[in-house]
C-alpha cells in the first residue's frame, strides 16, 4: 500500500469516530460546533473518495444554516433524517 | 465604445464552464468575476449591480473579452414573445433578496487557478515550498503526502498562531493553500492581510475550501486570490492548481497568442 493509499485507509478506519462525535454534538446541541464538523466532513470525505458522504453532510450543513441557530421540533426531525443519510452512506452504526 | 446591453442575459459557454473547473486558467481576476457572478438567468444591468467594487466599464469590458474568446453567449432572446420578461425586469422590492440568495446558495464548485506572469524553471535541487493552512489534520496530510511524493515540501498550519508562526520561518513558502473556515481566524481575513503585507504580498494565495458559493468565491477573488478549489477536490487537482500559478510546467494554459 502506498503512502497515499494509507492515509485514504486510515480515514476510512476513522470516519465512524468522526460520524460518532457529530452525533454527540447534536445529542447535546452543540451546534455552532456541530455545523463546523459538517462543514469538515463536507469538505473532506470526498477529497478521500467518498463523495456521497460528502454530499449528505452538505446538505445537512445546508439545512443547519437554513434553520438558524434554534430548530423546532420538525426541523429537529428534518436534521435527523440527514444525519441518519450520513451515517447510512458513512456505514456508521 | 458601444455599450453592452443592460438586457441581455449571458450564460457561461462548455468553454466557459470548463474555465472554473479545470484547476488552472488564463483568465484575469476580473474576467473571472464576472464569469462567477453569470448564472444564466441574470441581466447585465443586475451583473453589473451585484460586482461590487467593479464598475460598469469593467464589466462590460470583461463581458466582451469573455465573448469574443467564446467563454460566454446569449442566454435567451429576451426579446423573444416567449420569455416572460417580468421575471428579468420587475424592480420588486424582493430582487436583492433574490440577487443575495443567489449569490449565497450552497453548491457552487469550482476549481480554478490563474497562470503565472512568467514561466518558472527549476534549478537542479530547488524545490517549491508550499505552506498548507488547513486544520483538518488528515487532510492536511493527505496534501503533504502528496506534494512530498511530487517533490515539494511543506508546512502546515491550522490556526492563527501556527500560520504567523510560519510565515515568519525563513525561506518564505513559494505558494500557499488557504482554507477559510479556521478554528480561530476567517481565511478571507488572512488572505486580506497577507496582501497587504510587504514581504508577503507576492506570494500567490490558492483559496482550498468548502466554502462553495459565488459570493465566497467573488471574496477570494477581490481578496487577491491566484486561485479557488472548493473540496471536495482531486488532489491532482491541486497540484495543476499549484504549479499554474507558479508558471512551473504541468501547469498551465500556454500563453495565448
Known amino acids: 500500500m502506498n503512502p497515499l493509499e494509507e492515509l485514504h485507509a486510515e480515514y476510512r478506519r476513522e470516519l465512524p469516530a468522526k460520524v460518532q462525535a457529530i452525533s454527540q454534538l447534536w445529542t447535546t446541541r452543540q451546534m455552532k460546533e456541530l455545523q463546523r464538523a459538517l462543514h469538515t466532513l463536507a469538505g473532506s470525505a470526498g477529497t478521500f473518495g467518498m463523495p456521497e458522504v460528502s454530499a449528505a453532510a452538505r446538505e445537512a450543513e445546508d439545512y443547519l444554516e437554513a434553520c438558524g441557530p434554534a430548530l423546532d421540533a420538525a426541523q429537529q426531525a428534518g436534521f435527523q433524517r440527514l444525519f441518519e443519510a450520513i451515517c447510512s452512506q458513512a456505514g456508521a452504526p | ?257
Open chain 2, 1 to 257: 465604445m458601444k455599450r453592452v446591453d443592460a438586457d441581455v442575459v449571458y450564460a457561461l459557454t462548455e468553454r466557459g464552464s470548463a474555465e472554473l473547473s479545470s484547476g488552472r486558467t488564463a483568465l484575469s481576476s476580473t474576467e473571472l468575476s464576472v464569469l462567477v457572478l453569470l448564472d444564466g438567468k441574470s441581466t447585465v444591468g443586475q451583473i453589473r449591480a451585484r460586482a461590487g467594487a467593479l464598475t460598469v466599464e469593467v464589466v462590460d469590458k470583461a463581458l466582451e473579452r469573455l465573448l469574443r474568446s467564446g467563454h460566454i453567449l446569449p442566454a435567451v432572446d429576451v426579446t423573444s414573445d416567449h420569455i416572460d420578461a417580468g421575471n428579468f425586469f420587475s424592480a420588486s422590492v424582493s430582487e436583492a433578496d433574490a440577487a443575495a440568495a443567489t449569490l449565497k446558495a450552497n453548491g457552487f464548485f469550482v476549481k480554478f487557478a490563474q497562470r503565472a506572469a512568467q514561466s518558472r524553471k527549476l534549478a537542479a535541487g530547488q524545490k517549491i515550498l508550499a505552506l498548507v493552512v488547513e486544520d483538518d489534520p488528515q487532510l492536511a496530510k493527505l496534501v503533504r503526502t502528496y506534494f512530498q511524493m511530487d517533490g515539494m515540501e511543506t508546512r502546515l498550519a491550522g490556526n492563527r498562531e501556527e500560520i504567523n508562526a510560519c510565515l515568519r520561518q525563513l525561506p518564505k513558502p513559494d505558494v500557499i493553500l488557504l482554507d477559510v473556515v479556521l478554528p480561530d481566524v476567517d481565511g478571507f481575513d488572512v488572505l486580506a492581510r497577507l496582501r497587504q503585507h510587504e514581504a508577503v504580498k507576492d506570494i500567490p494565495v490558492i483559496m482550498m475550501t468548502a466554502k462553495a458559493t459565488r459570493e465566497a468565491v467573488l471574496k477570494g477573488l477581490e481578496r487577491g486570490a491566484a486561485g479557488y478549489l472548493t473540496k471536495p477536490f482531486h488532489i491532482d487537482t491541486l497540484l495543476t492548481a499549484v504549479k499554474t500559478v507558479l508558471g512551473l510546467a504541468g501547469g498551465g494554459p500556454p500563453k495565448p497568442k
